[in-house]
């Protein structure tokens, strides 16, 4: 098992950081394009995310990412600092209801580009898991 992590502050510039970190994720265990490109979309979602509604955009709190390697998958857990969520009440952003709506669309996508998702530590942690077979 490989791991490896970077802390960031809550900047929204910072997310070319995210970027370079799951680019250097791809090099270091070769991931195909298709597992990549999920990859980037959802994990750069989750740090938005953990910047804007954990983190309130407060550059003096960070975001944590780290990128496990494990026999047949690849885990990124997204920690901020923040109060937390009950990710069990989130709305559906396809429902008639929230189709104008803004909101919601960062774990819609997560939820279907990633293999599993969960949400651990109040919602103050999201755990994306790709599956590499």
Not at 11 to 28: A, H, P
């Amino acid at each position: 098992m490989n791991n490896i992590s970077i802390e960031i502050p809550s900047l929204m510039e910072n997310i070319r950081i995210v970027e370079s970190f799951v680019d250097n994720t791809k090099e270091k265990y070769e991931l195909t394009d298709d597992v990549y490109g999920n990859i980037m979309v959802a994990v750069i979602e989750s740090v938005n995310n953990a910047i804007v509604h954990g983190n309130q955009s407060d550059k003096e709190k960070n975001v944590q990412l780290s990128a496990t390697f494990n026999t047949n998958n690849i885990q990124f857990k997204i920690t901020d600092e923040g109060p937390g969520f009950d990710s069990s009440i989130l709305p559906d952003p396809t429902s008639p209801e929230n189709l104008e709506k803004t909101g919601g669309r960062g774990i819609f996508l997560m939820k279907h580009l990633s293999d599993e998702v969960a949400f651990e530590h109040e919602g103050r942690q999201v755990v994306l898991t790709f599956y590499l077979d």
